[in-house]
């Protein structure tokens, strides 16, 4: 009992913290926009599959007798070249765009975060080593990386994923370390040695937590580059294949067919646009409110 | 006789400074340059002496958080220098420090919990409510509220952060506690009230302290002995009373003359001194302070003066001091 | 009659997270030309709200100017559009902060800041101007102008640094000064030569002072008068002689204990812990809550400013009762 009352104190501040940074985050017309956008992309990547007009154009099924068809109250995007309804494919996309960047992303900090963490904060030969690597990764352009990883490994939807991730991660590993090495040099590290604190703890406990903010941001600002970049593989034919609805696959097949029916490549160029426009703009806004000296008012 | 809980014997720490990346150093910073005292339990000590002059460099090695150059520092008759990694670790209960800014000493990210918890929760097994109410205990005494224990550091003031820093370097009842400048960025009604808290503290917990400040009016509070560096070096020792009412050194003159207080009437009646703490990657020659000295002559530059005794436990390093 | 400085019924608010707060409510603040001022308070008492409001470099929000005047020079500082206020700045009123390293460039040469501010506000020539740099930091007394002109920031001690402020602050001819703690985070030495540094160069230049602190011993040093802030309120001015040594409000009193004397034998009366609810605007005397000698009606009604002699003004209920608290002569070191 006095215990599980514990825990509730604790989360109390943290509420609080989350409640301020909300309002901070409201404060700006922009960011408050995207945020609303962000929430209903991802509510939409939920539901999707149970809110489509013609699930059954998702995966298998063709549709031939309404082929290219126009926009129309039946399809309100119009329908692509074997009849499928590309709203619901769009829609669909969604949920497919999302968890392969949420997944790419995440895999590159789970890489990147410890490696530049332990580089920044330990120095000498480690940190040579840790960046030396970094810089080699680093020295290929991040898409024609990813694009020679994919190639390597195989076009699927999963190893595009593990391309990209295995492409961004050098980008965190420097942002975290060139922060840690700053934050190692704050007195309350300074005082957790003094203490007695292993520097495991010492890394993982008081510097990560404190570089994190530039991160996330980056993060969240890299989602929508993912995303870009998932599309463009998939354009390659070396992402997603057919008949995946990936939005960047749709704008690659839909190139044959682009003067008879603009319908077809421009409304998933819009998702993708729309998506990484306002993981950007949120970025934007979190970079705002995350450094813990400026947000106090 | 009480015994002497720290024996600093001819520290020493110079910085190297290369020119390149693996080359050999071209120059030495000597931050610390052969410095020796001792303290006995349950005393205060006050370390004096402008930005630049080591005393935080001192500090940092008498932690080991930074390796000597050379010298001897015995802990409670052990020798700091000489001891695996466990030991250290086990001395460091003991050996606590409180940093000048409280604004960076405190992990922003952490609540207050986890903040003064660390030490106790690093050396000890104590966790869960126990560790609440062990820091909510340390909150109280240093003056706060126990609710703080679920705060987190932005939603304090500076003269309460240095509180919690302070219930931090306590949280393990330690024996020696260094107090690094913790006074000097905050404002001066909290300056008092931190003051008045560490000699209460120093009192009911029998504590010792080495307090640093730059401001010898800070220390004149609390230091039964005073400790006035320049340049690495230490110009002058002695018991607060004497220090006070017969600086010796024209650098402890020059000190106590620039503070302003009360009773100083008007701007002529402070002084300051001339030029700026000089680099300690070449010293001067001969007496460290002589390119600032208002008495310096050519002996000066020549020699090093030694430390002269003035009886009483009272030494200071100048030849123009008359030996008792 | 309308004064060189003159500020009326300002009010400041901040829009906060939580509601509003008040952080400035000053009824009456008047400077003479030539002379230094101090104000005086404890962080967040609002003396550096205040120094930004007279510059007009509030952000608006989260700051509300409420209501009020600043009349300088006959002018409401307050109705200035920005345009006006840009050529007020630096050329009428300078300031100076706390932190010198944050003030300057640290891509530039301190040489460059200066050369830049010469040419830009008087149009001279980079010739003419690297001449006036130099004059200037000759002005604040650094030896060797030339060999400085070449450093950067970095390069120069807190001292230095805070002299070539000064220095950049008084390069277009303001004759008016806001000095925000200046001396703060600097050591005692370097202290005392900035503080002599300022005094001259009033003197001198017959600039008007207003200069910020946290330390009554300090500002007593250098300035005619005093005004004391707590919470946005000023609660005791006057000549810095009669505010220290016949002051008559309890935190006055306060803030003159916490002053570190120069004795061994001198003992810190206990200065109050911290506690009571801080920033309870509205209803009654501010300083309620932590005051020794409060009374009933302390809480009930905010205590006017009254006169004790001329010169010296005092807002406290207490101060006029005769009693105690009024007479008390502050009797330190």
């Known amino acids: 009992?006095?215990?599980?009352?514990?825990?509730?104190?604790?989360?109390?501040?943290?509420?609080?913290?989350?409640?301020?940074?909300?309002?901070?985050?409201?404060?700006?017309?922009?960011?408050?926009?995207?945020?609303?956008?962000?929430?209903?992309?991802?509510?939409?990547?939920?539901?999707?599959?149970?809110?489509?007009?013609?699930?059954?154009?998702?995966?298998?099924?063709?549709?031939?007798?309404?082929?290219?068809?126009?926009?129309?109250?039946?399809?309100?995007?119009?329908?692509?070249?074997?009849?499928?309804?590309?709203?619901?494919?769009?829609?669909?996309?969604?949920?497919?765009?999302?968890?392969?960047?949420?997944?790419?992303?995440?895999?590159?900090?789970?890489?990147?975060?410890?490696?530049?963490?332990?580089?920044?904060?330990?120095?000498?030969?480690?940190?040579?080593?840790?960046?030396?690597?970094?810089?080699?990764?680093?020295?290929?352009?991040?898409?024609?990386?990813?694009?020679?990883?994919?190639?390597?490994?195989?076009?699927?939807?999963?190893?595009?994923?593990?391309?990209?991730?295995?492409?961004?991660?050098?980008?965190?590993?420097?942002?975290?370390?060139?922060?840690?090495?700053?934050?190692?040099?704050?007195?309350?590290?300074?005082?957790?040695?003094?203490?007695?604190?292993?520097?495991?703890?010492?890394?993982?406990?008081?510097?990560?937590?404190?570089?994190?903010?530039?991160?996330?941001?980056?993060?969240?600002?890299?989602?929508?580059?993912?995303?870009?970049?998932?599309?463009?593989?998939?354009?390659?034919?070396?992402?997603?294949?057919?008949?995946?609805?990936?939005?960047?696959?749709?704008?690659?097949?839909s190139r044959n067919y682009f003067l008879n029916a603009w319908w077809y490549s421009i409304f998933p160029g819009l998702a993708i646009f729309i998506t990484v426009l306002v993981f950007n703009l949120l970025g934007d806004g979190l970079r705002e409110i995350l450094d813990p000296r400026t947000r106090k008012i | 006789m009480p015994k002497n809980i720290l024996e600093v014997k001819d520290l020493k720490k110079y910085f190297p400074i290369r020119s390149g990346f693996f080359s050999k150093p071209v120059a030495w910073v000597k931050a610390v340059?052969?410095?020796?005292?001792?303290?006995?339990?349950?005393?205060?000590?006050?370390?004096?002496?402008?930005?630049?002059?080591?005393?935080?460099?001192?500090?940092?090695?008498?932690?080991?958080?930074?390796?000597?150059?050379?010298?001897?520092?015995?802990?409670?008759?052990?020798?700091?220098?000489?001891?695996?990694?466990?030991?250290?670790?086990?001395?460091?209960?003991?050996?606590?420090?409180?940093?000048?800014?409280?604004?960076?000493?405190?992990?922003?990210?952490?609540?207050?919990?986890?903040?003064?918890?660390?030490?106790?929760?690093?050396?000890?097994?104590?966790?869960?409510?126990?560790?609440?109410?062990?820091?909510?205990?340390?909150?109280?005494?240093?003056?706060?509220?126990?609710?703080?224990?679920?705060?987190?550091?932005?939603?304090?003031?500076?003269?309460?952060?240095q509180r919690i820093a302070i219930a931090r370097a306590l949280a393990l009842s330690p024996k020696l506690v260094v107090l690094d400048e913790p006074t000097s960025s905050i404002d001066i009604l909290s300056q008092a009230q931190i003051l008045e808290l560490l000699k209460e503290l120093k009192k009911s917990l029998g504590l010792t302290y080495i307090l640093i400040s730059h401001d010898l009016s800070v220390v004149s509070h609390m230091a039964d002995r005073i400790a006035v560096m320049y340049l690495g070096k230490m110009v002058e020792y002695g018991p607060a009373e004497q220090v006070f009412s017969q600086a010796a050194h024209p650098y402890t003159q020059a000190l106590f003359a620039a503070i302003p207080t009360l009773d100083t009437e008007g701007i002529d009646s402070i002084a300051t001194i001339e030029g700026n703490v000089p680099s300690a990657i070449n010293p001067p020659s001969g007496c460290r302070f002589h390119t600032r000295c208002p008495m310096a002559k050519d002996i000066c530059s020549q020699k090093e003066p030694a430390m002269v005794r003035l009886g009483g436990g009272h030494t200071a390093a100048c030849h123009f001091i008359n030996q008792k | 009659m309308s004064g060189y400085f003159e500020i009326e019924n300002l009010n400041v608010g901040f829009k906060t997270f939580e509601g509003e707060k008040n952080v400035l409510d000053i009824d009456s603040l008047v400077l003479d030309k030539g002379e230094t001022f101090g104000i005086v308070g404890e962080s967040g008492a609002g003396k550096t709200v205040l120094a930004l409001t007279i510059l007009r470099l509030l952000s608006t929000p989260p700051a509300v100017i409420r209501s009020g005047s600043i009349n300088f020079n006959g002018e409401n500082l307050l109705q200035k559009t920005e345009k006006e206020m840009r050529r007020i700045r630096g050329r009428k009123i300078s300031m100076i902060f706390q932190d010198p390293m944050s003030t300057l460039n640290p891509v530039f040469t301190v040489g460059e800041q200066i050369v830049r501010v010469f040419m830009n506000n008087k149009k001279l020539s980079r010739k003419e101007a690297a001449k006036e740099a130099l004059s200037m930091i000759d002005m604040v007394k650094l030896p060797d102008a030339g060999n400085i002109m070449g450093k950067y920031p970095h390069e120069l001690s807190g001292g230095q640094r805070q002299r070539i402020v000064i220095a950049i602050a008084l390069s277009c001819g303001a004759e008016f000064l806001i000095a925000d703690e200046p001396t703060r985070n600097l050591d005692v030495?370097?202290?005392?030569?900035?503080?002599?540094?300022?005094?001259?160069?009033?003197?001198?230049?017959?600039?008007?002072?207003?200069?910020?602190?946290?330390?009554?011993?300090?500002?007593?040093?250098?300035?005619?008068?005093?005004?004391?802030?707590?919470?946005?309120?000023?609660?005791?001015?006057?000549?810095?002689?009669?505010?220290?040594?016949?002051?008559?409000?309890?935190?006055?009193?306060?803030?003159?204990?916490?002053?570190?004397?120069?004795?061994?034998?001198?003992?810190?009366?206990?200065?109050?812990?911290?506690?009571?609810?801080?920033?309870?605007?509205?209803?009654?005397?501010?300083?309620?809550?932590?005051?020794?000698?409060?009374?009933?009606?302390?809480?009930?009604?905010v205590p006017d400013p009254g006169e004790i002699s001329g010169t010296h003004t005092v807002a406290c209920h207490r101060a006029f009762k005769g009693g105690e608290a009024g007479a008390k002569e502050y009797s330190g070191s």
């Open chain 2, 33 to 161: 340059d052969g410095v020796s005292f001792e303290m006995q339990q349950g005393e205060v000590l006050g370390l004096v002496g402008e930005s630049g002059c080591g005393k935080t460099t001192l500090v940092n090695v008498l932690l080991k958080l930074e390796e000597p150059t050379s010298g001897k520092v015995f802990f409670d008759g052990l020798d700091l220098f000489n001891m695996d990694k466990k030991d250290l670790r086990r001395i460091r209960k003991h050996l606590q420090i409180v940093f000048q800014d409280p604004f960076w000493s405190l992990n922003p990210r952490l609540l207050i919990r986890d903040i003064v918890g660390e030490p106790i929760k690093v050396h000890t097994e104590l966790g869960g409510e126990e560790l609440v109410k062990r820091v909510g205990n340390l909150l109280e005494m240093v003056g706060l509220p126990r609710d703080g224990v679920y705060m987190y550091p932005h939603e304090f003031s500076g003269g309460e952060r």
């Open chain 1, 1 to 253: 009992m006095t215990k599980s009352l514990g825990i509730i104190k604790s989360i109390k501040p943290r509420i609080r913290e989350v409640r301020l940074s909300l309002h901070l985050l409201g404060r700006n017309r922009l960011t408050r926009l995207s945020l609303g956008v962000v929430i209903l992309l991802i509510l939409t990547a939920l539901v999707s599959p149970f809110i489509v007009p013609h699930p059954e154009h998702i995966e298998k099924e063709t549709n031939p007798v309404d082929k290219l068809q126009p926009p129309s109250g039946k399809y309100f995007f119009g329908t692509d070249e074997l009849g499928r309804d590309i709203f619901s494919r769009v829609i669909y996309g969604t949920r497919i765009s999302l968890k392969t960047a949420l997944v790419a992303v995440g895999l590159a900090l789970i890489i990147g975060i410890p490696l530049g963490a332990i580089a920044g904060a330990t120095g000498g030969l480690v940190d040579e080593v840790i960046m030396r690597i970094t810089d080699i990764f680093l020295s290929f352009p991040p898409l024609l990386l990813a694009i020679a990883i994919a190639a390597f490994l195989g076009p699927s939807l999963e190893n595009a994923m593990l391309a990209i991730a295995v492409s961004w991660w050098p980008w965190y590993t420097r942002l975290i370390r060139g922060q840690a090495v700053s934050i190692k040099e704050r007195q309350f590290v300074k005082a957790a040695r003094a203490i007695g604190t292993p520097p495991i703890r010492i890394i993982f406990g008081h510097i990560v937590p404190n570089c994190i903010a530039p991160v996330i941001v980056q993060a969240s600002m890299d989602i929508g580059g993912v995303i870009l970049t998932i599309a463009s593989l998939s354009f390659l034919g070396l992402g997603a294949q057919s008949p995946t609805p990936e939005w960047g696959l749709m704008v690659s097949t």
């Open chain 3, 189 to 301: 030495t370097i202290q005392a030569g900035i503080l002599k540094l300022v005094a001259e160069l009033q003197r001198e230049l017959g600039v008007t002072v207003l200069f910020i602190a946290n330390n009554l011993g300090l500002v007593s040093v250098i300035c005619n008068r005093v005004a004391i802030l707590h919470e946005g309120r000023i609660i005791e001015t006057g000549k810095a002689r009669e505010v220290l040594r016949g002051s008559r409000h309890p935190y006055t009193h306060t803030l003159l204990n916490a002053v570190p004397g120069g004795s061994v034998e001198r003992v810190l009366p206990g200065v109050l812990m911290p506690g009571g609810e801080k920033g309870t605007s509205g209803e009654g005397c501010r300083y309620y809550s932590r005051c020794p000698e409060r009374q009933d009606i302390c809480r009930a009604r």
